[in-house]
């Protein structure tokens, strides 16, 4: 990572503290700047800009919730409107604020590229949140991001669904749901296997899948253990929503690890089918 003269030096502490529930004045300038580059620098002639005229009407119906007869047109003063919540908003409701413009603005290239250049200030500033896919969640590693993005593009639409469904879990600031995740991340391992096994037990199709393709047995076992973890009695297919208390960490672990099962199991596909 690019470092200034005085970071290289030792001569500017480098910052140490993640941020997790909270936004310092640099990271909410650069995200600001970065909503100026990919967005409001380009509908600035609003009144001839149809994409334009679409996000913010969406800002306004679908994010403030306001009648569309109190957007404070010209666009100078929509503007400072904008800049001046932005400004007055909790974390939150930042992070709020940029994944929802990245959703609902119509040309997807300017989103894909904003989330990127998001990700890369948001790993320089120590937040605790990256883009992955079309959410802001909580993985602070490069290496579990990556492994979550290539397993929602594998060639198994089910497994990608299950595992796409794990992340909104996981990633809902308002309301998330760990349990509820957990058994997404496990059942894209499970649908997968099926899958490939044509056998519709997981852990049978696990057998012959280890068979198959040499899977090393410390491997198997591991996620037979995983597996049982979630599906017997006391696991959090079955426990009741109040008991015992799963945890976001314990969420992301899963997530992570059956990504890369995932990851693992996709360029072996054909050798298996045959």
Known sequence: MFKLFSERLGLTPPKTMIQINSIDDELRHCLWNLLCEFYWDQIRDIEFDREGQTLIKQIWNDYYKLPYDSIPFPW?????????????????????????????????????????????????????????????????????????????????????????????????????????????????????????????DFEKALIKLAKKIQIHPQMEQGFKNLFRYTSDEDGVRHAAKDEPTVSFDEAKFMLVTCSAFVNYLTPKAEAIKN
């Open 76 to 200: 100078e003063q929509i503007y400072k409107h904008l800049r001046k919540d932005f400004y007055a908003s909790d974390w939150k409701r930042v992070y709020n604020f940029i994944e929802f413009v990245a959703i609902r603005y119509p040309k997807d290239y300017n989103n894909d590229f904003f989330r990127k250049a998001c990700n890369e200030i948001l790993e320089r500033e120590l937040s605790a949140y990256r883009f992955v896919n079309q959410h802001l969640t909580q993985i602070t590693s490069e290496t579990e991001i990556q492994a979550i993005d290539k397993a929602l593009l594998s060639p198994f639409k089910t497994a990608n669904i299950h595992l796409k469904k794990a992340l909104e879990f996981l990633s809902d600031r308002k309301q998330p749901d760990y349990r509820n995740s957990i058994k997404e991340s496990i059942s894209a391992v499970e649908s997968i296997c099926i899958t490939l096994s044509g056998i519709n």
